[in-house]
C-alpha cells in the first residue's frame, strides 16, 4: 500500500532529487509532496499576487501565509514527513514543520550530519528515524514498501 | 476567567521573569508554566537518571525524551503559548515547540528582535500576536484578562 | 453541575447585562464568558500595544488578533455560545462566531428580532434554540440547570 | 497533488465562474464544490420537498436544513475554502460558512471590496490571504499548484 | 461530488429498494452502504461462524458484534445516514445508529410517519431533513447532488 | 479518582433514587447527572419559553431542542452513561442517547430485564455491563471506585 | 464497499496465508496489510541502514522505530486489526498493537487458542470477534462483504 | 502544575508502593491512579455481580469489561502512563494498555529488567523514559516536577 511523504526543509542542494530518483529507481508505490523550492518566488508571492508592502514584515507576512495553503495542506496529507537541516541558514521553518507534524501525530524522518545533533536533540528524539543521507532515506522506504 | 500559558523558547535572559513579575503586579489571573530552565541539568538528565552512554546522540536522545514529558505535557495544557527567539544559539527547539503548539492548535504569541523578521516569517505569519519586549506580552495578557 | 456560556455579537445593548442578572436572581450555576465590550479599545488594541500601522488594514488586523487571543480561547471552553444579532451594523463577526461554535460542535442559542430570520435562517437552523429577549435565555438556562 | 475548494458567500455575480475559468485555463488540479446556487430553489427547498408550512421560520427552518446536508458536507471536505462578500444583503451566511471553516481548521481565503475591511476584520484576520478578486484566487492556486 | 448514504433501520419494507431506484433513475452519484438485511442470517451469524452459545444473551452478542464490524464501519465512512422508523418491532437498533451518527457528527436524514413524531422527537430534533417516504430522500439527494 | 456519570433512560420508576442512595450509603466518588425527569415540563418546555405552535411537530422539535442543550452536554462530560430500559412506551430517546455515547467514546453500563435481550443485542454488546438492577450499578461503581 | 485489514501478532504460521487464499477464493474486496514478516531482517533493519551500535538496546531501538513507520501507518488505515497470537514466544508487540487499535478506535478481531483465553481477557474483551481458525476470520469477511 | 500518572502492569511487587512513597517523600504533586490490585477479586468482579457463568470465556469476560470501566478510564485521564513488566506471567494485558495509551497519545515510562529489552523493544521504543527501578520513575517525577 502506498505511503505520502512531505519533504520539508533545506531547499538549496538536491537532496529531494535523490531521494525521488530512488523512488523511481526501485519503483517505490510513494507519493511526494514538498512545499515550492523557488525561494525567490516565494519570498515574494505575496506581492506579486496582493499587491505592494511597504513595511517587509507585512510582504513577509503575505508570502508566509499564501505558501501555508500549500505546506499545511501537504503536511497533514502525508503519512510521513522527512525533514532535512542543511548546514546554513537559521532553518527554523523546518523545525516548525517538524513541529506541526508532531502536533498532528504524522511521524518524522530526519536527516542531518551528525554535528548538528545537539542542537537538534529535541527533534531527532520525536523522530522514527535519524539518517545522514538521502540513500538512508531511500533505504527505508525501500524496506516499509516491500 | 483564567488563561494557562507556557513559555517556550530562549533561556538565558530573565524574559521569563519579567513576564511573571507583570502578571503579579497586575494580579492577572494567569498560570505560567515553563520547561527545566537549568541548561545543564537539561543536558545531562538522561544519563543523570537513567545511566551513562558512550554515544552522544544517546546521552541527548535520553535527555530530551525526559525532558518532553514536562514539556509535551506543558504545552498541550496551556490556552497561549509564547514563544521567544533570542539571538544566540540555533534555537531549533524553540521554533519546533511553535509548530507543536500549531499542530495541536494552540494559539501563538511570539517575541523576537525585528532583526529575525524574514527567517521567523512562517511562524510569526501563524501567530497571534508578534512582539518584541515582555513587556507587550504583559500588556496583551492584561488586555484580554480584563 | 454548571455550564459555562459565552455571550457573541451585538455590543451596544444591555443583553448580556439582562441575562447576568437572571442568573444571579435565580443564582444559577452558570459561568458568563465574554468578549472584550469597549468598542474602541477593541479597535485600536493592535496599534495600542504593537505600535503604529500606516494602513487601515493592518490597524484592524493586529486588533482582531489580539481580541482573538480571548474570544477563541472563550468559545472553546464555552458549553453554550448565545449570539446576539442587533439591528445596526454588519455583524458579520457574530456569524463568525457562531460558526467557530458549530465547527466546534458547540450549540447555540441565537437571540434577535423576527424580521432577521429570513437572513439568519442557516445560524437558527443550526442553533438548539431561538430567541427574541434576554429573559428567554435565562428562563433556558434557569430549565437546563434545575 | 490536487487541492478540493469549497466557494462559499455571494451568489450574484459571476466569480465563481470566473474561478473556474481559471483553473481550467491553467489546467489546475483543483475540484471546485460549490452550495447551490439558484436562490429561489434553495429558499423554497424545504416545502418543495417536505411540504408546506404556514410560518416562514419553518419554512426558512427546513430549507436551512436541507441545504446544510450539501454544505457542511462540501465544506468538511474542502482543503481550502474561499468566501466572497459582495456590497448587498447581509451576508450572515458567508460569514457563517467562515467560521464552521475555522472551527474545522480549514484554512480561508477571502474575498471583498477594500471598504468592507473594517467590518471584516476579524474573518481577514483568521484568513491566509485576503483578496479583492477572483483572478488574484486563481494565481494564488496556480503558484500552489506548481 | 458524490455523496455516500447509509440506510439504517427498519429491514421489512423495500424502502432501501426504492431509494436506490430512485437513484439509479435520476443517475445521482451516491454510494449506498447498508447493514445486512438477512435477518437469519444475522440473528445466527455469530453461532454459525463461531459456535453454539447455550445462553441465548452470548449468542445474541456474538452475532451483534459481527454485524458491528460492518455495521460501525458503514456508518463511519457515511457523508449521511438515512434512519427509517416502521410501524412494528422495538426497533432500539435503528436509534443507537441514530445516535451513533450523530455522535460521530454525521448528519441525519429520518423517515417515519407522522404518528411516530412524539416518540421519536429528539432524533427528529437532531436531523437535517424529516422525511415521510423514499420519494422525499430521493429528492433530497436529487437537490443536493445537482 | 471520582467519576461522573449520567443516567439515561426510563424515568417512571425509582432506579435514579436507587443508584444515588448506594452512592451516599457507600460515600462513593461518583457525580451523578441526569436529564430533565418531570415528563410534562419536558414535552411542553419549548412552547412554555419560546411560544406556542400549532403544529405537534414543532412543538415536539423545540422541547426536544431545549432538552438537548442540557443532555448533550451532560452526556458528553461523563465517564459512564448508565442506560435504563423499562417495560413500557418505545423509548427510542434512550438509545438515541446510547448511541451517542458510542459515538463519542464513553463507556455504557445497561439495565433492563431477561426479556428485552433480543432487541437490545446491539446496544448490550457495545457496553461494559448489561445489568439488571440499580444495586448491580452500586455494586460495579464501589468496584472501580475502590 | 471494501474493508482493508491489518493482520498483526504471530509471524511463524501461514496463518496471513489462509486468510488471503480465502479473500481470494471468494474474490472479497479486502484490502490486506501486514508488517514485515521476515524476522531477521526486521531485527536488524535498524543497524543495516543507518550503522552499527554497540548496545543490543539501541540496535533494537533504532530497528523498532523504522518498523514504526510502516506498522503505525498501516494500522491507523484498517477498517479491522486481526491480532494473532501463538503458542511461542512472549508476543508483546501483538498485545501492543491491539491496544493501539483501541486507542485509536479501530475494531478487532482476535485470533487464539481456548487455552490462552484467560491471560487474552481483556483483549478479547475488547474484540468485535474471538476466533481460533483463519477460516473463521474468512467467514466474518465473507458475511459483512455481502 | 500536577501531573496525573497510572500505573500499569505488574501486580505481584511493591513497585507502585515504591513510586508513592517516593512521591510523598519528595511532595511531589502527582496524582496517582493504579487499576484494581487484588488479582482474584479482579477475576471474579463479573460474577460476583452480574452472576455465574459456565463457560470460563464468558466469566472472563464480564470481569475484564468491568475491569476496562476503571481502567479505560483512568488510562485517558493520565498525563503519563507507567507500565512495568515482571518476571513471571504473559503480562499481555500491560502491552495492550501501553498500546491503548500510545494509540490516544499519552506518553508512556516503560519499567522492565534488562533481559526484556528484545521482546518488548517495540513498546520500549514508543516510549520517553526506559526505566529498570521505580526510584528512577521517582527521579524522573522529581525533575519534571521541579
Known amino acids: 500500500m502506498s505511503y505520502t511523504i512531505y519533504l520539508s526543509g533545506e531547499i538549496h542542494t538536491d537532496w529531494r532529487d535523490q531521494i525521488i ?3 523511481n529507481q526501485f519503483k517505490l508505490d510513494v507519493d511526494v509532496l514538498s512545499p515550492v ?3 525567490q518566488a516565494s519570498d515574494n508571492i505575496g ?3 496582493l499587491g505592494e508592502e511597504s513595511q517587509p514584515f507585512w510582504k513577509d507576512h ?3 501565509k499564501i505558501n501555508a495553503l500549500r505546506t499545511n495542506s ?9 525533514v532535512r537541516f542543511g548546514d546554513q541558514y537559521k ?6 514543520e517538524a513541529g506541526i507534524a508532531t502536533g ?3 511521524p518524522l524522518i530526519v536527516m542531518h550530519a551528525p554535528e548538528l545533533t545537539h ?3 529535541e527533534i531527532d528524539a520525536s523522530a522514527l528515524a535519524v539518517t545522514e543521507t538521502p540513500s538512508q532515506v531511500v533505504e527505508i522506504l525501500k524496506y516499509i514498501c516491500q
Open 104 to 106: 498532528l501525530g504524522i
Open 74 to 82: 501537504y503536511l497533514s496529507r502525508a503519512d510521513i514527513v522527512v
Open 47 to 49: 506581492q506579486d499576487i
Open 119 to 121: 542542537p537538534l536533540k
Open 37 to 39: 523550492l523557488n525561494h
Open 91 to 96: 532553518q527554523w521553518n523546518a523545525a516548525f
Open 21 to 23: 530518483n530512488g523512488i
Open 62 to 64: 503575505k508570502a508566509a
